[in-house]
């Protein structure tokens, strides 16, 4: 079974610098897709970025970059130029390519971020 | 413009009466999820649903069933709710399997106490 795991329970940052959020995880599988999802208290979750592990290039959106590491099994979430508005938990979750592992998101327990003015 | 909406935000139930969470969608996905999310603790799938196949985990007690009687709307039954089902119930939808319909998108979960 795949596990994620996210070792920082809680961070944080003063607005405008960088920070980095850290996920492993674990799998037998050698195709399979990474997430960060980021959950504003009382909102719903939403996609920040999404990794394919068949690509070597790490994933960008905007401020959001991830560092992959495939033969570590590690997923790293970069914030450049925080904001007030990225406070929130932030989960790592992992899916499998095909199968019967095609429709679950395994998730970590999240990180709470903290971005101080 | 919330396309994934849960109804109620906050259920409280008492022990061992049935409650019935609501989840519904206006992205017309086929697929459609239910993940409990404790304490300090990772969300965990339930069970889906493609389209009207119900997919149950492994791991998911019988006191938990859903219905989904139409593409929109798919709701999450408690039968005997016990203290241990206190927790937030995260619905999520999905166009479908493979690479990017299998993207979810979240509502913002119901939250339910049981006293």
């Known amino acids: 079974a795949q596990t994620v795991t996210q070792s920082q329970p809680e961070m944080s940052v003063q607005e405008a610098e960088t920070v980095t959020l850290s996920c492993t995880y674990d799998?037998?599988?050698?195709?399979?897709?990474l997430f960060w999802y980021k959950q504003p208290p009382s909102r719903q979750m939403i996609l920040v970025i999404r990794q394919e592990a068949y690509k070597q290039q790490n994933a960008t959106e905007n401020r959001f970059s991830v560092n992959f590491q495939k033969a570590a099994k590690s997923f790293s979430l970069k914030i450049s130029d925080s904001q007030l508005g990225d406070a929130a938990m932030y989960f790592c979750?992992?899916?499998?390519?095909?199968?019967?592992?095609?429709?679950?998101?395994?998730f970590g327990k999240g990180t709470l971020l903290t971005v101080n003015p | 413009d919330a396309m994934v909406i849960q109804n109620p935000r906050y259920q409280v139930t008492q022990f061992g009466k049935p409650v019935t969470l609501s989840c519904s969608q206006t992205l017309n996905h086929n697929v459609m999820y239910w993940y409990q999310q404790k304490s300090s603790q990772a969300p965990k799938l339930l069970f889906h649903?493609?389209?009207?196949?119900?997919?149950n985990e492994a791991d998911t007690p019988d006191n938990f069933q859903s219905r989904r009687p139409n593409t929109s709307f798919c709701f999450l039954d408690i039968r005997s709710p016990g203290l241990g089902d206190a927790a937030m119930y995260l619905c999520?939808?999905?166009?479908?399997?493979?690479?990017?319909?299998?993207?979810?998108?979240f509502g913002a979960g119901t939250r339910l106490s049981v006293l």
């Open positions: 979750a992992y899916r499998g390519y095909s199968g019967g592992s095609n429709y679950k998101l395994t």
């Open positions: 649903y493609y389209d009207k196949d119900f997919n």
């Open positions: 799998t037998s599988e050698s195709d399979y897709y």
């Open positions: 999520a939808t999905s166009r479908g399997a493979g690479g990017d319909k299998n993207i979810q998108y």
